[in-house]
């Protein structure tokens, strides 16, 4: 089994409120703690700048008076302190996003003793299963990515000092024992699947993860995200979305297809 760090420290790449663009809380305003380091290659990842973790990366903070810039390095206290800079009023929904943020499970396990009051999402690609493990108590709504194998490209470790050493996924194989671990641990719990759906895809890729969803976590809603194009990886056509949609239907799945709002908002 993975050793796992007690570092409670994690990499912040940015602090910043906006409004949900994905998923089953798609268009709430909330804030978004965002966490830098991803081991993962997905080939349409719209935020390759959030892969890489060093000494020299700074935190954006986009309160209220203007963006701060912090060094990124942060406990749970120092980054609650900046989620409630960044909120414009009342305490909001926090989602926290990456990167990857299972990277850093002592961290996320404590967030809550510091956001009381607020409701605390994760979205996370779904692909380490003892993490997400571990911290799945302290959330209340887990956002899961369900990758196809056929779009990730090489792991790359992060290599740094305090990171989550579970080894993440690089065969098929891989994929589909993770993928089953986290729909267990989300099945009955308040959570949401998601799916990149691209043009170059045939139908059957993706029907092997709801089939899944179906049998493992049948009460957790699907919701079907065309990709927004990004280096040569288009979206699909409408009649290829709405195939897919009467295979989940027929697998009697609670199916939805949601652009990325943030992106068709222009918003971060
Ligand atoms: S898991 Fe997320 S951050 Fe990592 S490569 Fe995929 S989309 Fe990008």
Redesign the pocket.
Known sequence: MASTSTSTRAPIMEVFASIQGEGAYAGQAQVFLRLAG?P???EW????S??SVDEERSARVATAEGTKRYSAWANPFQAATWVAACEPRDARTVSVT???PLMWPEFLLGLPDMLAGRRLHLET?AAHPEALKRVAPVFDHLSL?LKLPEDMGEVVPIGVDGVHDEPSPRTPEDWTRVRREVLAIAADRDACAKIVIRSDRPLSAYLPLLEDLERLAPNVPLYLTPVSPIGGVGAPDPGFLEDLVEEARDLHLDVRVIPQLHRVLSIP
Not at 45 to 48: H, R
Request: contains cysteine; hydrophobic residues 20%; negative net charge.
């Open positions: 991803c993962l290659r997905c990842c719209d935020t390759p959030s892969w990456g990167g990857e690609a990515d």
